[in-house]
């Protein structure tokens, strides 16, 4: 599980892709974002995003986000993003759905 908090913006996109875009690479692996604390996507963050879930699903894995802040979860949805990614309302709920 990955916990993020702040911001997923230009200032911290790399740094973010770096981190996770390794776990996502490994076959099989179960990856779980858990957004509690995150208070903002940029455009190019629900990219990468997209990018990684994909990479994970290539991999043969799991890629999922948990307690999205309503905000957030609004703009995915204009974007059209909740249809593609798996979105989880709590922590336990996405650990019990990824065993």
Same mark, same amino acid.
């Given at each position: 599980?990955?916990? +993020?908090?702040? #911001?997923? #913006?230009?200032?911290? &996109? ?8 390794p776990? $996502?690479? @490994? =076959?099989g /692996?179960?990856?779980l +974002?858990?957004?509690? /604390?995150?208070?903002? !996507?940029? /455009? %190019?963050g629900?990219? !990468?995003?997209? %990018? ?13 986000? $948990? %307690?999205?802040? /309503?905000? &957030? ?6 974007l ?5 990614? %798996?979105?989880? =309302? ?5 650990? @019990?759905?990824?065993?």
């Open positions: 599980m990955v916990y +993020l908090s702040g #911001d997923i #913006d230009a200032a911290s &996109i790399g740094e973010f892709q770096t981190t996770v875009e776990l $996502c690479k @490994e =076959p /692996s179960k990856v +974002l858990e957004c509690k /604390s995150l208070n903002y !996507v940029n /455009s %190019t629900f990219g !990468v995003l997209f %990018t990684l879930n994909r990479t994970c699903q290539q991999n043969g894995g799991v890629f999922a986000l $948990c %307690t999205l802040k /309503s905000k &957030i979860k609004m703009l995915m949805k204009v059209g993003l909740v249809e593609l990614l %798996t979105i989880y =309302p709590t922590q336990e709920d996405a650990l @019990e759905a990824m065993k």
